[in-house]
Every structure is written in structure tokens, then in C-alpha cells.
């Protein structure tokens, strides 16, 4: 990863918690109720917004309920890029949800377990001590790239470019609810960063 740090224009990012990995794997929600939505949250939603919207760059109009009301929406539109395991490059067109009534300030990356870029196969094991992050990375062509991180390389010199890891820990180390994940952005190409810790 760090040779190819000069080509990146942005970087959000989320910590992968144990509800994360449910959703990937498209089983069932934390609890009974039914229902476990199969997606990404961000919460921050209007801080994170002018880096989604550089990487969902299309809206498109989708039917969601509002309010008991069905109407229709805007949905950031954009394309995910990653090498299967033939080390071949696939696309696939990815969708960025605004916020819902009941959570207002989180916006969401829906149907998880249908984009092979997340694939739990591609995901370093996490645990204490080694948390996994979420990068989306896009480069400056505006192609976008998920990538899973793990905490522990993070920390090894040399192993990613320093900027990039001292960005990315500088955010894992700072001080926040021992419930709240970890979500954060950093823009290289106008020095806009944003991280929800303290």
C-alpha cells in the first residue's frame, strides 16, 4: 500500500464491528426483532458529506419510505474497484444512502454482501488490541477502492505509507465512547480531515 500512496486523492473510513461482520455475511441482526439491515453505517453523516459526495458523484432517485410515506429520494451513486482472486479488476456500481428518519445522522452503504470487494475472505482477523478498519480509497483517476486495514500494520514501519497510517491512528488512538467505532475521513487534496474521537 505504501508505493501507491502518491495516487491517492481520499480516504473514508469505519471501524468493522462485530454487527459489521453480520452484514457481510448477510445473517441475522444483533438482536430477535427481526429485520438486520445489511449495511455499512457512518454516522456523522453531514461532516462526512462533501467527501461522499466526491465519491458517489451521480444521484439517482430511489422509492424510500418516509415518514409512513413512500417518496422519492436522492441516492449518491458511484462504482466500487477491487482484484478477485484471479488478480482481475471488477466493477461494481455502489450506492451511498442518505439518512433515514430513524437515524438521522447516519448514512448508510447498502447490500453489503453483494459487493465481493467486502468479502470477510479479504478481511484481516480482528480482536482486541487489532482492530479492522474499512477503507474506501480513491484515487485520483476517481476510481474507488475497499480495503480493509488491520490496527497491527498499521503500526509496522514501512508498511504503509507514514501519512496515510499516521492519519489513520491518530484516529484509532483518539479518546471516544468504548461503544462508538471509529469513522473518519482524510482528503489529500485540500488537507479536509475529519475524525470522531477527541
Not at 436522492?74 to 456500481?93: I, M, T, Y
Not at 508498511?159 to 499516521?166: E, I, L, Q, T
Request: aromatic letters at 10%; proline letters at 5%.
Amino acid at each position: 500500500m505504501a508505493s501507491q500512496a502518491g495516487q491517492v486523492a481520499r480516504i473514508l473510513y469505519k471501524e468493522i464491528v462485530p454487527g459489521d461482520l453480520r452484514k457481510i455475511l448477510a445473517e441475522s441482526n444483533d438482536s430477535d426483532t427481526g429485520g438486520g439491515a445489511r449495511d455499512f453505517r457512518f454516522g456523522s453523516y453531514k461532516t462526512l458529506l462533501p467527501v461522499i459526495e466526491q465519491m458517489f458523484p451521480e444521484k439517482v432517485k430511489e422509492s424510500r419510505k418516509r415518514d409512513g410515506v413512500t417518496e422519492q429520494i436522492d441516492v449518491f451513486q458511484g462504482a466500487f474497484f477491487w482484484h478477485n482472486d484471479s488478480g482481475q479488476v471488477e466493477r461494481k456500481e455502489s450506492f451511498f444512502e442518505p439518512p433515514t428518519d430513524a437515524r438521522p445522522s447516519e448514512g448508510r452503504i447498502a447490500r453489503v454482501h453483494e459487493y465481493g470487494c467486502f468479502d470477510t475472505g479479504r478481511m484481516p482477523e480482528g480482536g482486541q488490541g487489532n482492530r479492522v478498519l474499512l477503507l474506501l480509497i480513491q484515487l485520483h483517476d476517481g476510481s474507488v477502492w475497499p480495503y480493509y486495514a488491520e490496527e497491527k500494520t498499521l503500526r509496522i514501519k514501512g508498511k504503509w505509507d507514514p501519512v496515510v497510517a499516521n492519519e489513520l491512528l491518530g484516529c484509532l488512538d483518539a479518546k471516544r465512547a468504548s461503544n462508538r467505532a471509529v469513522i473518519g475521513y482524510r482528503d489529500f487534496t485540500n488537507e479536509g480531515r475529519y475524525c470522531n474521537g477527541k
